[in-house]
Antibody, heavy 125, light 106 residues
């Protein structure tokens, strides 16, 4: 069974740091792009970052650039999100997702085909 | 930055057809993806590459994408289909989600 299990969420003060982890199982982790997506309380889905199979390419949404870092350890089948300089608006459930790819003649399209249950991050003093 | 617009809510009677739209500039030139999120649950991919259903997704879910609008259609809507639905596209190295549509099955 394909499974993604996030951990590492919690309460942190503004300006603080947190590292999220995602343990993958049931598929060949090293063969897939991976992603983090978040959802603030009562709000919609918001993509955060993607990382290529070997970690050589990373994409981020503008509002986390310079503060968040996505990484992976294929030997441990694990995905990470290092979050620094946290703000109240970063409060959300953070989902780990496996990424599917579809090619057009111009570029690749990425989407999330398997999701974890999420881990909650609360930024508050 | 690219934007996708969805109606905040759609209502449908059980057994009827529900249509949820997603609008974006030249969206038909991209691929549209759709996710279902039931209350308290994680999102679930229901349509990818405009029209394809992942394994395990009922045939009553279908999709289309042309011009500036992608549409998720649920035929013979059931009470269990009541959920939030999000469209998504990929643009300029960024995944973009629509704001979500709450489907109510009355």
């Amino acid at each position: 069974e394909v499974q993604l299990v996030e951990s590492g969420g919690g309460l942190v003060q503004p300006g603080g740091s947190l590292r999220l982890s995602c343990a993958a199982s049931g598929f060949t982790f090293s063969s897939y792009w991976m992603s983090w997506v978040r959802q603030a309380p009562g709000k919609g889905l918001e993509w955060v970052a993607n990382i290529k199979q070997d970690g050589s390419e990373k994409y981020y949404v503008d509002f986390v650039k310079g503060r968040f870092t996505i990484s992976r350890d294929n030997a441990k089948n694990s995905l990470y999100l290092q979050m620094n300089s946290l703000r109240a608006e970063d409060t959300a459930v953070y989902y780990c997702a496996r990424v599917g790819t579809v090619a057009t003649i111009y570029y690749y399209n990425y989407y999330m085909d398997v999701w974890g249950k999420g881990t909650t991050v609360t930024v508050s003093s | 930055s690219y934007e996708l617009t969805q109606p905040p809510s759609v209502s449908v009677s059980p057994g009827q057809t529900a249509s949820i739209t997603c609008s974006g500039d030249k969206l038909g030139d991209k691929y549209a993806f759709w996710y279902q999120q039931r209350p308290g649950q994680s999102p679930l991919l229901v349509i990818y590459q405009d029209t394809k259903r992942p394994s395990g997704i009922p045939e009553r879910f279908s999709g289309s994408n042309s011009g500036n609008t992608a549409t998720l259609t649920i035929s013979g809507t059931q009470a269990m289909d009541e959920a939030d639905y999000y469209c998504q596209a990929w643009d300029s190295s960024t995944a973009v989600f629509g704001g979500g549509t709450k489907l109510t099955v009355l």
